[in-house]
């Protein structure tokens, strides 16, 4: 079974500049995650879908960042413009539903994002 | 959310039994216990979870006090590969979110 990949692995950008990160979810999984993880912290959930519906986003720096999960699969997670504080690994996971509390998560290697 | 407490750091020898202990005193009656882990980079993966009784799989074991305010992931033979940050996280039955803290840091010596 293919797991939940992302793009890009890496990212260098100067402050104010934007840029985007892409996750494809385990197949027939209908809850996609993203996370922020700050070196030396455990992740931090920006943002949760349902299907191509947002369910939780009380953490995501709205003035900024942007999400969206068009036709409920693919999603993406754009910064615009980034501060030098968004340097972090950004992590998608997807999981099936039924009761959250059971539900595993499953995560993507990340993507490293450096603001200079 | 409840929060649970972890030390920051343990140490095993590889083929020894380690176990990692996780302090939940406001854990709620419907709160799960869930166990990740995160090697080097790379993102996390689920480990184990349980609600009452002890629980084992391929991986661990999970041992959960009777009064459930603690809890211990066993890793029966440790192994190089299992060098990681361990999260202990506690999840409400319909609450969606995983809430990690900083975790264990686990080194395994040769």
């Known amino acids: 079974e293919a797991g939940v990949a992302q793009s890009p692995r890496y990212k260098i950008i100067e402050k104010r500049q934007s840029v985007a990160f892409w996750c494809n979810p385990i197949s027939g999984h209908a809850t996609l995650y993203w996370y922020q993880q700050i070196l030396g912290q455990g992740p931090k959930l920006l943002i949760q879908?349902?299907?191509?519906?947002?369910?939780?986003d009380s953490q995501l720096p709205k003035d900024r960042f942007s999400a969206e999960r068009l036709k409920g699969v693919d999603s993406t997670l754009k910064i615009q413009p980034a501060k030098l504080e968004d340097s972090a690994v950004y992590l998608c996971?997807?999981?099936?539903?039924?009761?959250?509390?059971?539900?595993?998560?499953?995560f993507g290697a990340g993507t490293r994002l450096s603001v200079l | 959310d409840a929060k649970t407490t972890q030390p920051n750091s343990m140490e095993s020898n590889e083929e020894e039994p380690v176990h990692l202990p996780c302090n939940h005193s406001?854990?709620?009656?419907?709160?799960?216990i869930h166990w990740y882990r995160q090697l080097p980079s790379q993102g996390p993966e689920y480990v184990i979870h349980g609600l009452t009784s002890n629980v084992n799989n391929r991986m661990a074991s999970l041992a959960i006090a009777e009064d459930r305010k603690s809890s211990t992931l066993i890793l029966h033979r440790a192994t190089l590969r299992d060098a990681a940050v361990y999260y202990c996280?506690?999840?409400?039955?319909?609450?969606?979110?995983?809430?990690f803290g900083a975790g264990t840091i686990l080194r395994v010596k040769s």
């Open positions: 996280i506690l999840r409400m039955e319909y609450g969606n979110k995983l809430v």
């Open positions: 879908f349902q299907n191509n519906g947002v369910v939780d």
């Open positions: 996971a997807s999981s099936t539903t039924g009761i959250p509390a059971k539900n595993i998560q499953y």
């Open positions: 406001t854990i709620s009656g419907t709160d799960y």
